[in-house]
């Protein structure tokens, strides 16, 4: 089984911008650019915000028990059904997890076993 990775990044919004121009630039003289996926925050501060204890706690019980829905998640995780949705929210806003419908129910669920947290000095 092939491991499938995310890349999350810490950089400020000027480095960002720079990187992008940077490629927009080689796009434009025709060269090719590796495409890059991830997700990244302009702050470390931000970074915990999103990515809390609890909310990495629901990815690894998405991957490994594969909940039925969110409210078969919330009981998994021993969490309030309200707050295991807004945090599912969040992890779907930033590309985490996806919701997928089976048996009219909303399953989340992830294609990632590993996150890789890069961060720019």
């Not at 019980?61 to 909940?67: E, L, V």
């Not at 985490?96 to 992830?110: G, Q, S």
Request: hydrophobic residues 40%; glycine residues 4%; proline residues 2%.
């Amino acid at each position: 089984m092939r491991i499938k990775k995310i890349k999350i990044g810490i950089k400020d919004v000027k480095t960002a911008l720079k990187e992008f121009a940077e490629r927009a630039a080689a796009i434009e003289r025709g060269e090719k650019v590796k495409k890059e996926t991830g997700v990244y925050f302009t702050s470390f501060e931000a970074f915990r915000k999103i990515l809390t204890p609890k909310r990495l706690e629901l990815l690894h019980i998405i991957k490994i028990q594969k909940p039925s829905s969110i409210n078969e998640l919330s009981r998994m995780s021993k969490r309030d059904v309200k707050n295991v949705a807004e945090d599912v929210k969040y992890l779907e806003q930033i590309g985490l997890i996806e919701k997928k419908e089976t048996d009219n129910k909303i399953a989340p669920v992830t294609k990632y076993d590993r996150i890789a947290l890069e961060i720019a000095v």
